[in-house]
């Protein structure tokens, strides 16, 4: 079990190398300006019911790097997609800074 842990750490650890992407600073920037938000899924959406196209574009696009990482993730450890999702989606929420939004039961709530 213990091994587990430390190599989901370790590929965790390679999920936020990605996050040096020009899609990485625009998420950045649309979660400084409230626009996206993290939610308990492991994955970003659209504050606002109706998000610009370049928002729904970015969050598309995150979302799908998201998925795919978590897949290789899930693979390279021998667990499941939506284990992978949670321990990320429970990591971004304790490490995200003040001001960005999380979904809490259902509820946009800024951190």
Avoid at 7 to 15: E, G, Q, T
Avoid at 58 to 66: E, M, S
Avoid at 81 to 109: C, F, H, I, K
């Amino acid at each position: 079990m213990r091994t587990f842990f430390l190599r989901l750490a370790a590929a965790m650890a390679a999920l936020v190398l990605f996050a040096g992407s020009a899609h990485a600073d625009a998420l950045d920037d649309a979660q400084a300006a409230g626009l996206v938000g993290e939610t308990p899924t492991g994955f970003v959406a659209a504050v606002e019911g109706s998000p610009s196209p370049d928002i729904a574009s970015l969050v598309k696009t995150i979302n799908a790097k998201r998925q795919a990482a978590y897949a290789q993730i899930a693979a390279d450890t021998g667990t499941s997609v939506e284990t992978v999702a949670a321990v990320t989606a429970e990591r971004l929420y304790r490490e995200s800074p003040p001001g960005e939004y999380l979904l809490v039961d259902g509820q946009w709530v800024r951190k």
